[in-house]
């Protein structure tokens, strides 16, 4: 099991910037492929960034350019960088972590994660 815990929430007015952190602890080692989720009142979750093992990222398309993420290997840390942050990006921001492999927009997939953290909420306000 690997354990998650999701940090950097906040209110934020539309054009700021946010940086969410995701802590790992467990079998982190087991670990191939962490992604940053994103689900809005009444909408389905929605993969946001993903980076593997080897640092090879995955974004979707309305972040690209906006959004950074990054990891740190020696804090078994995974980051979500924010720029130019819209209301549309609110939502409750869930980190998730796989022991698959995964490729491309497959990354971005919900059903390939075993491991969830408990979310940390983002508000951007017009």
């Known amino acids: 099991q690997v354990q998650l815990v999701e940090s950097g929430g906040g209110s934020v007015q539309a054009g700021g910037s946010l940086r969410l952190s995701c802590a790992a602890s467990?079998?982190?080692?087991?670990?191939?492929?962490t992604a940053w989720f994103r689900q809005a009142p009444g909408k389905e979750r929605e993969g946001v960034a993903a980076?593997?093992?080897?640092?090879?990222?995955t974004y979707a398309d309305s972040v690209k350019g906006r959004f950074t993420i990054s990891r740190d290997n020696a804090k078994n840390t995974v980051y979500l960088q924010m720029n130019s942050l819209t209301f549309e990006d609110t939502a409750m921001y869930y980190c998730?972590?796989?022991?698959?492999?995964?490729?491309?927009?497959?990354?971005?997939?919900?059903?390939?994660?075993?491991?969830w953290g408990q979310g940390t909420q983002v508000t951007v306000s017009s």
């Open positions: 980076i593997d093992r080897d640092g090879s990222t």
């Open positions: 467990g079998y982190t080692y087991r670990v191939d492929c």
């Open positions: 998730a972590a796989s022991v698959f492999r995964c490729r491309g927009n497959t990354c971005l997939q919900s059903t390939r994660y075993q491991n």
